[in-house]
C-alpha cells in the first residue's frame, strides 16, 4: 500500500507538497522525502513529533539516537509508517533545522495501492515558494500565559526569610571558601 502525505509549511502563506511513499517505508524515508521536495540540502538534523487531533506535540522521534546509553532510544529508522500513523492516526509534526525550526504538519491524506510502474516515494504535486528564511514560531503556554504562574509569588519579604544576606551560618556554610 502507499501512503499519500501533504507536507504544510507551518506559516500563513501556502506552502505544500504532496508526497507519495510506501507504508512499509520508515520514518527516516518519510524525512528524506521531504527534505527532497522541498530542497534542503539535507545536513540539517531534524525530528518527528507525535500529536493529537488539533496538532499538540507529543513524543519526539528524532534522526539519531540521542538518549544516556547507546541503542536505548528508538529513531526515526525503527519506525515504519505503518506502524506509526494510519487512517485512525494520520497526523505528525516534522522539525527540520533546529536552529532555524522549519516547521511542518504532515497529514496522511489517503492510503492506495500502489501503481505500477511508479517508483516511491514520489513527489505528486507542489505549491508554494519556501521562503527564504524560516517562519517566526510564536509559542504559547498551555491554558494561562506562562508568566502568570510566577507573577507576584516573590517580593522583598521572601528574600529576607533566610534572615538577611550575610546569614548563611545557618546552612553550615563558611563565610570564605577558600
Not at 57 to 79: C, L, N, R, S, W
Not at 165 to 171: A, C, G, K, M, V
Request: aromatic share 14%; with cysteine.
Amino acid at each position: 500500500m502507499i501512503y499519500k502525505f501533504r507536507a504544510i509549511l507551518d506559516a500563513e502563506e501556502d506552502v505544500f507538497r504532496d508526497i507519495a511513499i510506501q507504508q512499509d517505508d520508515t520514518l527516516e524515508d518519510l524525512h528524506n522525502a521531504i527534505v527532497n521536495a522541498f530542497g534542503f540540502d539535507g545536513l540539517e538534523v531534524a525530528s518527528f513529533y507525535t500529536c493529537d487531533d488539533t496538532w499538540n506535540q507529543e513524543d519526539e522521534i528524532p534522526m539519531f539516537d540521542i538518549g544516556d546509553t547507546p541503542g536505548e532510544q528508538k529513531t526515526m529508522a525503527d519506525y515504519q509508517l505503518k506502524h506509526i500513523l494510519d487512517e485512525e492516526q494520520t497526523k505528525i509534526i516534522y522539525v527540520y533545522d533546529f536552529i532555524n525550526m522549519w516547521t511542518f504538519l504532515v497529514e496522511l491524506a489517503s492510503v492506495e495501492e500502489a501503481q505500477v510502474g511508479e517508483t516511491y516515494p514520489s513527489l505528486l504535486f507542489s505549491h508554494g515558494e519556501l521562503p527564504a528564511i524560516a517562519p517566526e514560531k510564536e509559542f504559547e503556554a498551555e491554558g494561562e500565559d506562562f508568566y502568570s504562574e510566577f507573577e507576584d509569588d516573590l517580593d522583598e519579604d521572601d528574600l529576607d526569610s533566610f534572615g538577611g544576606e550575610d546569614n548563611f551560618e545557618d546552612f553550615g556554610f563558611e563565610e570564605n571558601w577558600n
